[in-house]
């Protein structure tokens, strides 16, 4: 079983930043497939991005693409959500999510695990 805490979240002015951080344990997660997603009220949950296992393959919703990065450090089970440059539109909840298998990295019914999330706020 895998336990996902994501922090960072808060109220930040628009072209601010945040990094969200994502501490996994009960096993380590260097093998699973590691995703943001974010859910705003009222809406589906929604992909942000995605990090492979060994860090060398990444991929991002378009709307965030140039100013969020996401990044992993397996010694730590830890995976990161740098935000830049944010936009009152990227207020949400954001979850951590992992999984294993090899499936779909942008359907949120293809992870296996989650956090409780974090909510992000962007003021005008």
């Given amino acids: 079983q895998v336990q996902l805490v994501e922090s960072g979240g808060g109220t930040v002015q628009a072209g601010g930043?945040?990094?969200?951080?994502?501490?996994?344990?009960?096993?380590?997660?260097?093998?699973?497939?590691?995703?943001?997603?974010?859910?705003?009220?009222?809406k589906d949950r929604d992909?942000?991005?995605?990090?492979r296992p060994s860090g060398d393959y990444t991929f991002y919703k378009d709307l965030v693409k140039g100013r969020f990065?996401?990044?992993?450090?397996?010694?730590?089970?830890?995976v990161y959500l740098q935000m830049n440059s944010l936009k009152p539109e990227?207020?949400?909840?954001?979850?951590?999510?992992?999984?294993?298998?090899?499936?779909?990295?942008?359907?949120y019914a293809n992870y296996d695990y989650w956090g409780q999330g974090t909510q992000v706020t962007v003021s005008s």
């Fill in 17 to 42: 930043s945040l990094r969200l951080s994502c501490a996994a344990s009960g096993r380590t997660v260097s093998s699973f497939r590691m995703g943001w997603f974010r859910q705003a009220p009222g």
């Fill in 69 to 78: 990065t996401i990044s992993r450090d397996n010694a730590k089970n830890t």
């Fill in 90 to 107: 990227d207020t949400a909840v954001y979850y951590c999510a992992a999984k294993i298998r090899p499936t779909s990295d942008y359907f």
């Fill in 47 to 51: 992909f942000v991005a995605v990090i």
